[in-house]
């Protein structure tokens, strides 16, 4: 089976870089996209053969902290390596925009819904 993603929702195991975002700081003094500016980031290990959707169209960017979601902004997936043998999905994004605190509040609200999920709630 394949998947398409138009979310990248990945953990600090899988890649996202939580030594740049952190989402306490993030709260406190909100980062700007400058902060991560020409900066290539890699996941790994994303389980099940995945399809995302080809800059210049965006994917969500969301960060998976034990089952809670926090929508960051927006990137472009540029590459991927499937692992059909142990059916995963690796590959290296660019952070495009970056949400504001109330952004982030407000997105999963409007693109996601499941309160299960929200890591505001």
């Given amino acids: ?7 990248l929702q990945i953990s600090e195991e899988q890649g996202f870089p ?9 709260l406190k003094q909100p980062y700007s ?11 790994k290990d994303k389980p099940a053969i995945r399809i995302y959707k080809s800059p210049p169209v965006r994917n969500f960017l969301v960060q998976n902290i034990n089952g809670r979601w926090i929508y960051w902004g927006l990137a472009h997936v540029l590459e991927i390596t499937h692992d059909y043998v142990n059916k995963t999905t690796s590959g290296k994004y660019k952070i495009i925009y970056i949400n504001t605190p109330e952004e982030m509040r407000q997105a999963h609200h409007l693109v996601d819904q499941r309160e299960e999920f929200d890591h505001f709630s």
């Fill in 33 to 43: 996209l400058k902060d991560v500016e020409g900066k290539i980031f890699t996941f």
């Fill in 1 to 7: 089976m394949i998947q398409l993603n138009d979310t």
């Fill in 18 to 26: 939580t030594d740049i975002l952190d989402i306490n700081k993030h």
